[in-house]
């Protein structure tokens, strides 16, 4: 049997409870235009070689933080408020 609660303030929730609300967040790294011409110069097989050794060494998780993370959760009504009225509030407040 599935259990739900809102991962914010733990209130128990049925499936079709309608103060339960789900929350997804996409984190990704930010792009802009490649400069091709600034690596015309770089040597592209130690260069590939290099990043094929930090990859090798590297935590998979860690990887995956730092290119692409779709994050879900469940939330009551309240907490859906107060995530809409202030969305990215730093740790030490409410």
Avoid: W
Avoid at 16 to 40: Q, S, T
Avoid at 57 to 72: F, S
Wanted: one cysteine or more; a negative charge.
């Amino acid at each position: 049997m599935i259990r739900y609660e809102c991962d914010r303030c733990g209130l128990r929730m049925s499936a079709n409870d309608p103060r339960r609300f789900i929350v997804k967040m996409e984190v990704y790294a930010a792009a802009g235009p490649v400069d091709l011409d600034a690596y015309a110069e770089i040597d592209h097989r130690k260069e590939l070689a290099d990043v094929l050794k930090d990859l090798a060494d590297a935590d998979p998780d860690e990887v995956e933080d730092q290119t692409y993370r779709l994050l879900r959760f469940d939330v009551c009504n309240t907490c859906r408020r107060a995530l809409l009225a202030s969305p990215l509030s730093r740790p030490d407040e409410p």
